[in-house]
């Protein structure tokens, strides 16, 4: 138990060598993994009375915390218990939303990953660029899934959250998810929406995939001015039309392409990495009960903030140490950081480079943002009583198939630095036609091309008593039978060859040929196997075999 305390993710295959050690005993890796659940249960609780104490929960987030913002939406129908179930969450607390205010750039990541416990759901949530370049949390949400209804409520309490009156000001970045583009264009019609770029590319990749038209892909990002845009894409469309026709149709250049920018965002961001970075950092909540888990985050953040600043108390630059110069033409203007040639004209002029960066990314912005550090809370006994009604969890969503612990990755994703697979395969669904998963775990509508694809290759390829046809065939025609052998053994000035069946059948009609010559009658002398002739030899026999498969 006191194992599993210190460390709740430990592996089925380290408790089972524990039990052996320890107990002299083998278990099997269910015993192990049902055993985990049963400690985690005893540890933690499960998960259904932490949603009976979820006001509690927020009314000490809200009293540590000043300033914090803790919404929760309830379905207004009785369950089974006589209690209504939990919907959804937001929560933005105090101090990471006076850091936003306090120095962050008016950019903001927007994404939504998977929950992994029992109740599944969605975890939204809205990441901000610190001025080192690093992420700062601004607000996150439990929902029961990604759509533009629980993107729309997220949005509003954000709005009201960071006082958003100047839209044109802000910029959000997504991975265009489901929903997201149009709850934007509704609820901040007046903010910039970018794009990742990287997620474009998967969709690009589709139909034209290819090293070539990746980096022409990538350039045609990357570009920081307009005349580098079309110079670009003039190359694409010389090298491949279908492409160039792609990008053409692609949403407009301003939401993913550096030179259409706005400059006082000061920030060229073209991926979706503060999001992506925020995300794998929590991992290991997202499995976790629902107060189990908000908590895991604030505690994780919490010490962050911590850390970060000590770091950058040891750091002596005027700067971050991630701010480096960016080789690029109108860079300066986009991102606020000097480009090669500007810091060549400053020291032409005897100056230096430091005064002319951008205040975004001063040292002392960073110490101002990460004074907004986050408090401890009471225990569970001393939290603030509620009258708000008792919650009942949501009901559980069964996914069909295995539940997964893993994202599936794309295939053009690299793999983590762990234990190699013997073999490497791409999986296809002849339901939906996309790699990654099979028909029977797959959740998307069925795609009548992708399924007449998959018969006409499956009508193509041979089945597997064809296969099996063909090897014995082969094989028949490249090793002569063992009677063959044995003939040339007995006569080896027979001609005999293992590049076909033609010498094994002269050598065949050679001793036919021979034995009916010199054939005795039977009254005479039984006709010994030929086996019984070649015991006699025995040490020839198999010397010569030895020849035989040496040559």
């Known amino acids: 138990m006191e194992r599993i305390r210190s460390n709740t993710r430990m592996p089925t295959r380290e408790i089972r060598q524990t039990v052996h050690e320890e107990y002299q005993t083998q278990i099997s890796k269910w015993v192990a993994s049902n055993a985990r659940k049963l400690a985690l249960k005893m540890i933690q609780g499960s998960a259904e ?9 927020c009314a000490e987030i809200k009293k540590t915390h000043e300033g914090s913002t803790m919404e929760i939406m309830f379905t207004p129908f009785r369950g089974p218990g006589g209690n209504p179930k939990f919907m959804r969450l937001y929560c933005c607390l105090g101090p990471l939303k006076k850091g936003f205010k306090d120095g962050c750039r008016p950019i903001i990541g927007l994404d939504g990953c998977h929950l992994k416990g029992i109740y599944r759901g969605q975890l939204l949530t809205a990441i901000a660029a610190d001025p080192n370049n690093g992420w700062w949390p601004i607000a996150w949400a439990v929902v029961e899934r990604e759509a533009t209804e629980q993107w729309t409520w997220f949005l509003k309490y954000l709005s009201e959250d960071l006082e958003i009156e100047n839209q044109c000001h802000y910029t959000f ?11 934007l264009s509704e609820v901040l019609p007046g903010c910039e929406h970018r794009y990742c770029v990287q997620h474009m590319y998967r969709n690009f990749k589709k139909k034209h995939p290819g090293l070539a038209l990746k980096d022409r892909m990538w350039n045609i990002a990357c570009c920081t001015t307009v005349e580098m845009y079309d110079k670009a894409m003039e190359e694409l469309q010389t090298f491949d039309k279908d492409a160039y026709e792609w990008v053409k149709k692609a949403p407009h250049p ?9 400059t006082h965002v000061k920030s060229d961001m073209i991926v979706n990495n503060l999001c992506e970075s925020f995300n794998a950092h929590i991992k290991y909540a997202r499995d976790q009960p629902i107060i189990t888990m908000l908590e895991l985050i604030r505690e994780y953040l919490m010490d962050r903030i911590q850390r970060r600043r000590a770091a950058m108390e040891k750091y002596k630059g005027s700067t971050g140490p991630l701010i480096n110069e960016i080789i690029q033409t109108r860079i300066m ?19 230096n480079p430091y005064n002319y960066l951008d205040r ?19 225990g569970e006994n001393h939290w603030p009583s509620s009258t708000m009604p008792v919650l009942d969890p949501p009901i559980p969503v069964t996914q069909p198939g295995r539940p997964k612990k893993a994202r599936r990755r ?5 793999r983590d630095h762990g234990r190699r697979l013997r073999r490497r395969i791409v999986i296809h669904c002849r339901k939906c036609g996309e790699v990654g998963h099979n028909t029977a775990t797959c959740k998307k509508p069925p795609n009548e091309e992708a399924q007449q694809g998959s018969n006409k290759s499956s009508e193509a390829q041979p089945s597997n008593q064809q296969r099996q046809q063909s090897v014995e065939k082969e094989r028949t025609k490249k090793e002569p039978s063992m009677r063959a052998m044995l003939i040339w053994v007995k006569n080896p000035h027979s001609q005999l060859t293992t590049g076909g069946g033609d010498g094994v059948e002269k050598a ?11 054939k005795v009658p039977e009254e005479w002398e039984k006709e010994q196997p030929l086996e019984e002739e070649l015991s006699h030899d025995r040490p020839i026999f198999f010397y010569k075999l030895f020849l035989f498969y040496a040559v």
């Open 173 to 183: 970045i997504s991975d265009q998810q489901k929903g997201l583009d149009r709850t």
């Open 508 to 518: 065949e009609a050679e001793a036919e040929a021979k034995e009916e010559k010199d």
């Open 333 to 351: 203007e986009v991102s606020g950081v000097p480009c090669c040639h500007a810091i060549a004209a400053i020291f032409m002029r005897e100056e």
């Open 49 to 57: 009375p932490q949603y009976k104490k979820i006001w509690e929960y």
């Open 410 to 414: 794309d295939v053009s994703e690299r």
């Open 254 to 262: 301003r939401h993913w392409c550096k030179a259409f920018f706005p």
């Open 360 to 378: 975004s990314y001063s040292r002392g912005l960073f110490f101002k943002i990460y004074e907004n550090v986050l408090q401890p809370i009471s």
